[in-house]
DNA sequence: TAGGCATACATTGTATACGATTTAAAACTT
DNA sequence: AAGTTTTAAATCGTATACAATGTATGCCTA
């Protein structure tokens, strides 16, 4: 799929955002070389931009930069997978509760919302657009809750998992499992906090469960890179 | 023994570690402009650099950048800095379990070596020193839970607390309790998970009270300020 | 003299040029 | 022909030059 943009010329920030997009929505798979002169043609901007746009990302754990080498798309081993899931694991239950307890019915009708657009995407089969949408869903728990800080974690956290999910998943067919996300949505309805945390909790072990975690080395790896050196 | 004597060019990564370490210690306070062209003249390194560095410490929260305005460092507001103490609160009490569980004979010979460095500088009267110790041993605790990427993360919320304690801080006499820290560590040598948890809660919650985050607007606030706009 | 306007200065934002390093290719040797 | 050295190309890292923006100064007018 072709990024494209207006005419006019596009921050980094833009950038950064365009780029976090393909790698969740898969379009761009970890270990992908993201070449600072391809990226400046795509978007019509100097290198200088391209490049803060990517030790942006960097920052975020969605890229890996190495001296003289390049940028790649960040490829998680095993040890970073799991501690993305910890971490989620013990972050967002407290979100879940917080939010039950502030939804407003605004935001209960935002999140149906939500899921049905997930729903569509997943009807028209964009798996990528609505393994997005899924983890999405996540991030905007964290904002209901008012939480602007973990919010912009989660961010994080979500996207890393999604370079996990294209590294790790098991299978290819079963994708999410959208019954956790309308328990979830009915929790916050019903401003059920204990509910809604149990509920996140079960449903981040329900992920990680779904997830290759255990000790083969790096996952799938080119022949190439494997007889490199 | 011979000295350096060529001029090794500073990396942005020293620059931004040498202006975290200034926070940290509250050598540079909350709000300081960080002028490009003056770090430029300190480290003897181009524009370039002194941006990157920058740039990083404004991923990590350290600092905000006002488009054709400038860089300072970074003046938490009264809800960031409970946002930050909430995901302390979050994140901590787990790793200090985990940190029980995993904690060698060296690493609680570290941790005591790591509070009587403290006691010292505060003993030196080197309070931003002492401060600097404080918050680092939060850090030591995730690292000995063998979690890098919270250890990551804390880092970057313990530096940010300084950024708070300099805001907000209460009273200006009492400054750690030292206490808690030494009995986190004989939780760790007793391998007492239970208690290192709930030592870390308490702690934390300590520190929180020893805030002033009331919902006077924005802490110390000259007059000038307040009628800036 | 106070306020508004215009100009000059200071600082930041972006693009480009140049040097350093890596990667790929070619030529050479054994 | 395989392996090694040499050469060239591609790519990245840094410095610098220039443009855009913001800030301060002085002048003019009412």
Redesign the interface.
């Known amino acids: 799929m072709t990024i494209k943009l207006k005419s006019k010329t596009a921050t980094a920030d833009e950038i950064a955002l365009q780029l976090t997009e393909a790698i969740h929505t898969h379009r761009l798979n970890p270990g992908a070389k993201l070449r600072e002169d391809e990226i400046c043609d795509i978007f019509q901007v100097s290198r200088t931009i391209v490049r ?1 746009s990517l ?2 990302l960097q ?2 754990g969605l890229v890996t930069i190495l001296r003289n080498k390049g940028a790649f798309v960040a490829k998680p081993t095993l ?2 997978a799991r ?2 899931f ?2 989620r694991s ?2 967002e239950p ?1 979100m879940a509760r917080a939010a039950a307890l502030r939804a407003t019915p605004e935001d209960v009708a935002f999140l149906e919302d939500h899921m049905k657009a997930e729903k569509d995407a997943l009807d028209r089969e964009e798996v990528g657009e609505a393994l997005r949408l899924s983890g999405d869903f996540h991030v905007q728990i964290a904002r209901i809750a008012d ?4 919010e912009a ?1 989660l961010a994080q956290l979500v996207a890393r998992s999604a370079l996990i999910i294209a590294l790790y998943w098991r299978r290819r067919n079963a994708l999410s499992d959208s019954s956790s996300h309308l328990g979830l949505v009915n929790a916050l309805r019903d401003r059920d906090a204990d509910g809604a945390e149990e509920i996140m909790k079960g449903h981040l072990l329900d992920l990680l469960m779904q997830l290759d975690l255990r000790d083969s080395p790096t996952g799938p790896v080119s022949l190439k890179d494997a007889l490199k050196k």
């Open positions: 803060q030790h942006s920052h975020k040890k970073e501690e993305v910890e971490a013990l972050i407290a939480h602007n800080l973990i974690l």
